[in-house]
């Protein structure tokens, strides 16, 4: 998958580290667009086909709900959110739209496990489909460099300053 992400990721930057991807099964032909780049993205990253849980919910409003329990229940270091909602005709999806993102930011937030924003919110299906790996990129793409990106930063934060001997000159 090519991407222009600004990120610094080595090739084997995911290698040995365990993954969940929740998908939405609503709109599903672009949420496996969203998945295939989040896995091609993974897997180029040194990630094993092993290590990656993939868990389907019905709609993106279950997404959070699903992520809480991975997190509760499976070891892993980061989880992708993936699904589409698009613009009807009422406000609903905005509705939708806001109770997913502050949802999967609490999980990110008060877990400790990054939670990564793959869920589209475009006003209509040709948007949608080019950030599905169209003319925009794939936002499965990004939001798989999101989490190795914060798997990276959080191990940093963990492991502390980096010593330096420095001289003081006596």
């Known amino acids: 998958m090519k991407t222009t992400s ?17 998908a939405s099964l609503y709109h599903e032909e672009l949420t496996k667009d969203l998945l295939e780049g989040a896995l ?18 019905p709609g993106a409003f279950e997404i959070p709900a699903a992520a809480r329990e991975v997190c509760q229940h499976q070891d892993v270091k980061a989880i992708i959110c993936l ?18 993102a502050r949802g999967v930011a ?36 990004e939001a798989a460099e999101a989490a190795v990106a914060m798997i990276q930063l959080i191990n940093e934060i963990k492991q502390g300053p980096k010593k330096q001997n420095k001289s003081v000159g006596f």
Do not use: C, M
């Open 40 to 57: 091609d993205t993974l897997k180029a990253l040194g990630a094993r086909a092993d290590d990656i849980l993939i868990y389907w919910v």
């Open 6 to 22: 600004k990120l610094k990721l080595a090739k084997d930057a995911a290698h040995g580290t365990r993954f969940a991807i929740i």
């Open 83 to 100: 699904g589409v909602i698009l613009k009807g005709e009422t406000p609903h999806n905005e509705y939708i739209a806001r109770e997913v």
């Open 106 to 141: 609490q999980i990110h937030a008060g877990s400790g496990v990054p939670a990564t924003f793959g869920v589209l919110t475009a006003d209509t299906l040709e948007q949608a489909k080019a950030r599905a790996g169209g003319s925009k990129g794939n936002k499965g793409v």
